[in-house]
């Protein structure tokens, strides 16, 4: 993160190496099937708030399929759970589960799912970057020095990652349509 650096950079950084990676390399590590109290205590060791009535309600609304025998839930539960714990402060459960809808489980969807969502964590790396570069060139077109300088590039570097999020937002919303036509 050539671009950013200080306070800026660290919160990024931070946010860059969120929890979903070591959550995702437990998923992958983890072969056997456990009860719905395990579930709960594997994501409490990740720091992820997930409750019983959470995930019965995620089985009930159609987003997890049912646990086998009743009570068992498997890694690609896990794997579902993790992707609905990245996704949920941004979509809507029912935008979450039509994304679910055509994935079946396996062990070449979970791998391929961890490939994705690496790559999207590089792409917005350099993606950051260049936002950056465009809100400290922003900043400088108005002037400020000094403390009034660092505001302005740290607002406009908000704005810029809003702006990105929005547009994806609104792309995932065209796609999450034209899959239920």
Do not use: C
């Amino acid at each position: 993160m050539d671009e950013l650096s200080g306070e800026m950079g660290a919160v990024f950084a931070k946010l860059l190496n969120a929890p979903q990676k070591n959550l995702l390399r437990d998923v992958m590590n983890y072969n056997d099937s456990m009860t719905i109290s395990q579930v709960v205590k594997f994501f409490e060791r990740q720091g992820a708030e997930l409750t019983k009535p959470m995930i019965q309600h995620y089985v009930r609304v159609g987003l997890l399929p049912p646990p086998e025998d009743k009570r068992r839930y498997t890694r690609f539960h896990l794997l579902l759970l993790a992707m609905v714990e990245q996704f949920k402060g941004i979509y809507a459960l029912d935008e979450i589960a039509s994304a679910f809808s055509g994935l079946n489980p396996s062990e070449r969807l979970i791998g391929l799912f961890q490939d994705m969502s690496g790559y999207a964590v590089d792409l917005w790396r350099s993606t950051l970057n260049g936002v950056a570069g465009k809100a400290r060139e922003t900043a400088a077109e108005l002037g400020p020095e000094g403390q009034g300088a660092r505001e302005a590039f740290e607002a406009f570097m908000l704005l810029g990652i809003m702006s990105q999020s929005a547009a994806a937002r609104k792309s995932v919303s065209a796609l999450i349509s034209g899959v239920e036509e």
